[in-house]
């Protein structure tokens, strides 16, 4: 059990195009998804925290505008670049808590290899 | 200063060899201590949760100094599948957000 799946697990994007990344929990509900960022030899940044029915809460540093996300369902949120630029070229993982679980585990999605050329 | 810091290494140690990785956090009301293990290009794995009364499982011993704030991860006997990035995780905030070290390169050589 507690299976998340990302999809796509990598994308190739030109420079100002915007890209859709998936996140599924696929066998429990998750009120709250978070959304990680890391670069080559660097350690997982938290991006933002995605509550399901409302706004997410972007940590210092991102851009809102710049990375949306939605997260309309108990097991699906979604993270989209807008105007990717080489920069943005990163490891984006997502990670889900259960809902109605009182702990700190979150269980990891595989993983989005992004590439802006 | 990081709020959680860890000694990037690499280790290289041979199979057989004891290794001990060592982290230390800045926020002294951090409830939840983990250990993860990444390897190469793939998502962070929970390897196991650090109580304060220190636990064990199998080769791994994980032990937590809330007064000192220091956790550390003991692998005995180092097999070659033990090869991988570990990452110290503390959770953080109301949110209960994990805050990640930057992980510590181990390499266990035949």
């Known amino acids: 059990g507690a299976v998340v799946s990302q999809h796509p697990s990598w994308v190739i994007c030109k420079s100002g195009t915007s890209v859709k990344i998936e996140c599924r929990s696929l066998?429990?509900?998750?009120?709250?998804m978070f959304w990680y960022r890391q670069f080559p030899k660097q350690s997982l940044m938290l991006m933002a925290t995605?509550?399901?029915?409302?706004?997410?809460?972007?940590e210092q540093g991102v851009e809102k505008d710049k990375f949306l996300i939605n997260h309309a369902s108990l097991t699906l949120s979604t993270l989209t670049v807008t105007s990717a630029h080489p920069e943005d070229s990163s490891f984006y993982i997502c990670?889900?808590?259960?809902?109605?679980?009182?702990?700190?585990?979150?269980?990891f999605g595989p993983g989005t290899r992004l590439t802006v050329t | 200063r990081k709020e959680v810091e860890q000694d990037p290494g690499p280790f290289n140690v041979p199979e057989g060899a004891t290794v001990a990785f060592n982290c230390t956090y800045s926020?002294?009301?951090?409830?939840?201590f983990f250990w993860y293990r990444q390897d190469c290009r793939k998502e962070p794995k929970l390897l196991m949760s650090?109580?304060?009364s220190g636990n064990e499982d199998g080769r791994f011993t994980a032990q937590l100094n809330r007064a000192s704030q220091y956790i550390s991860l003991l692998i005995r006997d180092s097999k070659l599948s033990d090869s991988a990035t570990y990452l110290c995780?503390?959770?953080?905030?109301?949110?209960?957000?994990?805050?990640f070290g930057s992980g510590t390169q181990l390499t266990v050589l035949p």
């Open positions: 650090v109580y304060s």
């Open positions: 926020n002294s009301a951090s409830q939840s």
């Open positions: 066998d429990f509900q998750a009120t709250t």
């Open positions: 995605s509550n399901e029915g409302s706004k997410a809460t972007y």
């Open positions: 990670s889900a808590r259960a809902s109605g679980r009182d702990s700190y585990e979150q269980y």
């Open positions: 995780v503390v959770n953080s905030g109301s949110a209960r957000q994990l805050t």
